[in-house]
């Protein structure tokens, strides 16, 4: 009796860590509709929002009233392998198809497409790939090459991965023009979390984490907010929330109106929106600015 006492105890202990966090109340908005029930990413974009769903669904990029009514979809000209980020910048939209659960794959590409005479248009693939994997058959979810977190960060696009063996997160930068060479870690962040997505607001330099604890009992889900200064991120000036809703969150981004929205896999309310402003919730006080 003595080892599953033991066991339950270190379950708990975690748990409890897990927790940590200050509590970020969220305002539910919307079931988003059965097409997407699977939200993995989440896009601001011309007053409304992007999202698309994860792998095993159609090739399909919706567009969503703010308060997650749809509006209308288009086809993506490019497969669904597994879907996992998306991010705007200017008139182009970027799409990770960078999901890696098992470790094993060789076609991880970010796609950038163009909404034009009504159509979406792939305007070019960026190839992914990373300098320090070596192991290409590993135990599924026992490696550290399953990105799931994008986002355009002062004239880069950032790729943050969801860190199985650790709950870190590595951060890799990806040529916007597009690159053979395999991509070298540029920064590693103690999240103590699996990262599933990410944003960044230019006005207060702030990167956007979301994320949720490996413990498949009690699966807590945070947030944290970090400051960035000439192109890294200042880890010990971050702050972690606790989302005051738990399960399985993939898909964040910072609406127009200044407020984080987020998307939850599964039934029932999916689509959130935080209660107070970013610029309430960021590490050092800042004046409230709109997003660029």
């Known amino acids: ?4 006492f033991l066991a339950l105890l270190a379950l ?9 966090g200050e509590r970020l109340e969220l ?15 989440l896009a601001a ?3 409304g929002l992007l999202s698309h769903n994860d792998s095993g669904k159609p090739a399909t990029l919706f567009a969503l009233t703010a308060d997650g009514k749809h509006a209308r979809s288009w086809p993506v000209p490019a497969g669904n392998r597994d879907w996992e980020d998306i991010t705007v910048h200017g008139d182009h939209i970027y799409l990770a198809d960078t999901g890696n659960n098992g470790g094993r794959r060789r076609d991880l590409a ?16 960026l190839p992914v790939a990373y300098a320090e994997q070596h192991n290409f058959q590993p135990p599924r979810h026992q490696h550290n090459f399953d990105a799931e977190a994008l986002a355009w960060v002062e004239d880069e696009l950032w790729l943050l991965t969801k860190r199985w063996l650790d709950e870190d997160t590595a951060l890799y930068k990806l040529p916007a023009e597009g690159s053979e060479a395999p991509l070298v870690e540029r920064q590693r962040l103690a999240t103590a979390m699996l990262v599933t997505g990410a944003d960044y607001d230019a006005a207060s330099q702030t990167l956007l984490l979301l994320g949720y604890s490996r413990h498949w009992l009690d699966r807590r889900a945070f947030l944290w907010l970090y400051p960035v200064r000439d192109g ?4 010990a000036r971050g702050r972690r929330w606790r989302l005051a809703e738990s399960g399985q969150f993939e898909g964040i981004t910072l609406g127009e109106d200044g407020f984080v ?12 929106r935080s209660r107070r402003p970013l610029h309430e919730l960021l590490p050092t006080a800042a004046p409230a600015q709109p997003r660029r």
């Open 232 to 235: 890294r991120v200042e880890e």
């Open 261 to 272: 929205y987020l998307s939850r896999e599964g039934g029932g309310s999916n689509l959130f």
């Open 27 to 41: 305002l539910p908005l919307a079931d988003l509709p059965p097409r997407l029930s699977e939200s993995s990413g």
């Open 12 to 20: 708990c202990l975690a748990g409890c860590a897990a927790a940590r």
């Open 45 to 47: 974009w011309r007053g």
């Open 110 to 125: 970010v796609y950038r497409l163009q909404l034009a005479e009504g159509e979406l248009q792939l305007r070019q693939r």
């Open 1 to 4: 009796m003595r080892l599953p």
